[in-house]
């Protein structure tokens, strides 16, 4: 079955950085396309990054502040959270598309991830 958990987030100041983890169980993380989206109140579901696990390609909304990666042997991708903004205040959720690869640069919807993890929050003030 599989499983996703998200943790990292937490309260940072503008300028601030957090790491996000996204720790998989229940297939094989080499081969799947996973992503971080965020959802803010109010506010649609929002695609932030991607990552095709077999290839460590990686399509990223805003990569000047965001940078997606993985540590396959531990089944975890991580989300890098650079000079955050009050903007930046969310739940960041994880998902995963299974025995697939990510072949665009975005932005993908949420209709493309079947599984999902609960979420982490972030919060970010001025």
């Known amino acids: 079955q599989v499983h996703l958990v998200e943790s990292g987030g937490g309260s940072v100041q503008t300028g601030g950085s957090l790491r996000l983890s996204c720790a998989a169980s229940?297939?094989?993380?080499?081969?799947?396309?996973m992503g971080w989206f965020r959802e803010a109140p109010g506010k649609e579901r929002e695609w932030v990054a991607t990552i095709s696990t077999a290839y460590g390609r990686t399509y990223v909304a805003d990569s000047g502040r965001f940078t997606i990666s993985q540590d396959v042997p531990k089944n975890t991708i991580y989300l890098q959270l650079n000079s955050l903004k009050p903007e930046d205040t969310a739940m960041y959720y994880c998902?995963?598309?299974?025995?697939?690869?990510?072949?665009?640069?975005?932005?993908?919807?949420?209709?493309?991830?079947?599984?999902w993890g609960q979420g982490t929050q972030v919060t970010v003030s001025s």
């Open positions: 229940g297939y094989t993380l080499s081969t799947s396309c």
């Open positions: 998902a995963a598309r299974i025995e697939s690869t990510c072949t665009f640069e975005g932005p993908y919807t949420s209709r493309m991830f079947p599984y």
